[in-house]
């Protein structure tokens, strides 16, 4: 069949066809005329139907989704087609891309409408990575890419998996998904219950009598969460194991210990630096020549450093390893809220190790933290 192809293109195919194996499991079986587009054939020189040619770079796919479509792009070439974001549409996707067997799929975190197309693709060992939209944003005018369509930035994630190759992380499972909907849902209703708290102190006795009856409904409805959050907890051996485990720490209470099992489920599995790095409480330099800037935390997962600051804050009261520590940076000088957060980072890395070793509470744990 290679015969047929002009002179410089059989290599192509022969290169491909002495290959091991394992080599070819990458290999995309495009159309005829995604054949002689992706070698720059005429139609004339177009090849047979069945024509297989290697994507020796690798296949590269970013999705853009909205709530009622998914834009999808695919490298190389400029291939991009939308379909519904509804069940039907990703069970095509999936079809279509276990067929085809990319190396990876750039979808972006746009708060929660990438989970069932994540999770559908990442259940057919298709893999995917759900990347940061600010750093694809800043990616694309990186590139000069200023215009924004749902088109365009499919295809800027695609250039994006390309060119930086995201590490594909675990999907959360159904049941992941549903103890974060509920730690998230919690959250929700201790901020309504604070707001409405604020506003019981100046309002009038009519609308006073309105949100004490309100007050009194979302205390309610925060038992039951807890409830059906504890029950969710002792169906899993492994959560109730950590659970147990992180609660052996002075100033671990309930909701911290919950926002780690549902959010940070890295916890034990990274170093010291990663894991500070990821919940936000790693310091940054900002040096420039001469120049040396103060050193900031920035980024990471919001939810968890505000969990863990509360918990910080107790632990300076009744941990007495966190204490010292928090005492003695005060003492050389330091702003409380720069102790504060080193005492963050610290009580994180021991936490890390506990997990890590799967040991309780133990004070010699700061010689290593």
């Not at 147990?244 to 489920?265: F, M, Q, R, W, Y």
């Not at 920035?298 to 632990?315: D, H, I, K, N, Q």
């Not at 102790?339 to 070793?357: D, G, P, Y």
Request: proline share 6%.
């Amino acid at each position: 069949m290679t015969d047929r192809l002009p002179l410089g293109h059989q290599d192509r195919c022969r290169a491909w066809s002495s290959r091991p194996v394992l080599a070819r499991a990458r290999t995309v079986a495009w159309s005829t005329k995604t054949v002689s587009a992706r070698l720059g054939l005429s139609e004339q020189q177009r090849p047979e139907k069945g024509v297989c040619i290697l994507n020796s770079h690798g296949l590269f796919v970013g999705i853009d989704i909205s709530a009622d479509n998914l834009d999808v792009a695919v490298l190389p070439g400029s291939d991009s087609w939308r379909v519904p974001n509804d069940a039907e549409g990703i069970a095509s996707l999936v079809e279509h891309f276990a067929r085809l067997q990319p190396t990876l799929v750039a979808v972006e975190a746009t708060g929660g409408y990438e989970a069932p197309v994540a999770a559908e693709l990442a259940t057919a060992d298709i893999p995917v990575a759900v990347v940061n939209p600010r750093q694809v944003r800043d990616f694309a005018r990186s590139t000069g890419k200023l215009a924004k369509t749902d088109s365009i930035d499919a295809m800027v994630l695609a250039h994006f998996a390309k060119a930086l190759r995201p590490t594909p992380r675990p999907i959360p499972d159904a049941q992941d998904r549903e103890l974060r909907s509920l730690l998230a849902r919690r959250r929700q209703l201790v901020q309504m219950q604070t707001a409405e708290r604020n506003r019981l102190a100046r309002a009038t006795l009519s609308v006073k009598l309105r949100i004490q009856t309100h007050l009194a409904w979302l205390k309610d409805e925060l038992k039951d969460l807890d409830r059906d959050l504890g029950d969710s907890l002792r169906s899993t051996p492994i959560w109730n194991d950590k659970d147990e485990l992180l609660k052996t720490v002075p100033g671990v209470g309930k909701n911290l210990s919950l926002t780690l099992i549902a959010e940070l489920p890295e916890l034990g599995s990274l170093n010291r630096y990663q894991i500070a790095a990821l919940v936000g409480v790693a310091p940054f330099n900002r040096d420039s020549g001469s120049f040396r800037g103060h050193r900031s935390v920035w980024g990471g997962r919001a939810s968890v450093r505000a969990a863990l600051y509360m918990s910080t804050l107790v632990a300076t009261r009744f941990n007495p390893l966190i204490k010292t520590f928090y005492d003695r940076l005060c003492a050389k000088g330091k702003p409380k809220k720069v102790a504060l957060t080193a005492c963050m980072r610290k009580l994180l890395t021991i936490l890390n190790v506990m997990v890590n070793r799967h040991t309780p509470w133990n004070p010699s744990y700061h010689q290593s933290a």
